[in-house]
Structure formats: C-alpha cells, structure tokens
C-alpha cells in the first residue's frame, strides 16, 4: 500500500531558528502534496498545497515567506519553518496524493516545539 | 465552496454499544467523502471512502458509512464498539477532479467505556 514517512516526528528549537520537515511518498509518486497543521484537539487546517516542479499555493493567511515549501520531486515534499517562534509550536502532518483511486496517504506528522 | 460540519465533539459510547458519529457536507458538485482516524500525535488513517457507486461503503475494522445525497450526510457507524476504537474521527470532502484540497470536520472523539 501507498507509504508516506515525514520526518522528524518531533523537534525543539530555539526561538528564531529554522526546522525543516520532510514527507517522502517510499513507494509511489505523489504529484500534489499537502501540507496541514493541528492545533491541540483541533481539526487540521490546510495551509498550502505543492505540485512537483511548481511553487506552492499557500491558503489564505499562510505566510509563505515564513513557511517555505518545496516539492523538488516527484516523492519529496520539505516544509521549513523560518525564524520559528512559540507560536509555530504545533502539529504539522504531510498528505500525498497519487491518484483518484489511492486518493490521500497522510504522513505521521511532526510534533515543533519551539522554545 | 464545501464544507463538513460533524455534530458532537464528544462522544461516548459503552463497549460493545453501536457507535454513530454525524457527518454532514455542502458541496455544489458531486462530492468524494471520507472519514479518517486519528490516534494520539499521529498522522491520518483512512477508515474508508466514497467515490461513486454503492451508497452504503465498508470500511475497515468493522466501520461502515452511508451516503445520503437527500440528507447531504455520511454519517459512520459501527455496530459494536471496543476499547480500542477510541480515537479522534474526522469526516471530509473534497470536489471531483484532479487532486483537489480536502476540507476536514471539526473532528469528533469517540470515547469507549468499559
């Protein structure tokens, strides 16, 4: 079946640093990828979606300078989180779509802390 | 636009009792449905889907969803409940077509009690 590994499942940086997050689709190739973050007993708000080869399309409010996204393959997705502050702690998980019959394989998400 | 709303944030079921968490969706086009779970700092599990088809989708560990296009509602449920369904539920839609963004529900989470 569709496998989708992000990577770190949890980080803690310092105040003003940057952490990059990876998704890698392992066996198959995800042309558009998803990137979402949690709040805690939140529901998961989608904040861009990246196609291979294109910039990313962020959601309205997503500040794309602060969340830099790059999809530079077809099975590699990064998010990196600019000069994180407390306020980017949260729960970021990856989705991978490969086609209308697989549909959507989400990663196991990564816990920032920032402190 | 669409959009999910899930009913109860917080439902609690004993073991063994059927399990129903509410799902209903607005979308101006023939819509793919699906419920996820979600356990603790975890990613997303698909517990099953709706394309086209037979309304009435299976799904894994025993769950179950009926789509409704009168009622616009897919709600899921199963008949009996164990310990380790407990969990976060999260209905969601998205348009027909290419890979286009899903929107979540709110989430609903199941509690089992014993």
């Known amino acids: 079946g569709a496998v989708v590994s992000q990577h770190p499942s949890r980080v803690i940086c310092k105040s003003g640093t940057s952490v990059k997050i990876e998704c890698r689709s392992l066996d198959f190739q995800a042309t558009t990828m998803f990137w979402y973050r949690q709040f805690p007993k939140q529901s998961l708000m989608l904040m861009a979606t990246?196609?291979?080869?294109?910039?990313?399309?962020?959601e309205q409010g997503v500040e794309k300078d602060k969340f830099l996204i790059n999809h530079a393959s077809l099975t590699l997705s990064t998010l990196t989180v600019t000069s994180a502050h407390p306020e980017d702690s949260s729960f970021y998980i990856c989705?991978?779509?490969?086609?209308?019959?697989?549909?959507?394989?989400f990663g196991s998400g990564t816990r920032l802390t920032v402190v | 636009a669409q959009s999910v709303t899930q009913l109860g944030s917080h439902v609690s079921v004993s073991e063994g009792a059927l399990v129903l968490l509410r799902c209903n969706y607005s979308?101006?086009?023939?819509?793919?449905l699906f419920w996820y779970v979600q356990y603790p700092n975890q990613g997303l599990q698909l517990l099953l889907k709706?394309?086209?088809?037979?309304?009435l989708v299976k799904g894994i560990n025993g769950f179950e969803a009926e789509f409704k296009k009168s009622e616009t509602s897919f709600h899921l449920t199963k008949p009996s409940a164990h310990m380790s369904d407990a969990a976060e539920y999260f209905c969601?839609?998205?348009?027909?077509?290419?890979?286009?963004?899903?929107?979540f529900g709110t989430g609903t989470r199941l509690q089992v009690m014993l």
């Open positions: 989705s991978a779509f490969r086609d209308t019959l697989s549909g959507y394989t």
């Open positions: 969601a839609v998205r348009t027909t077509g290419t890979a286009s963004k899903l929107t």
């Open positions: 709706y394309t086209t088809g037979a309304t």
């Open positions: 990246s196609n291979e080869g294109s910039k990313a399309t962020y």
């Open positions: 979308s101006s086009v023939p819509p793919y």
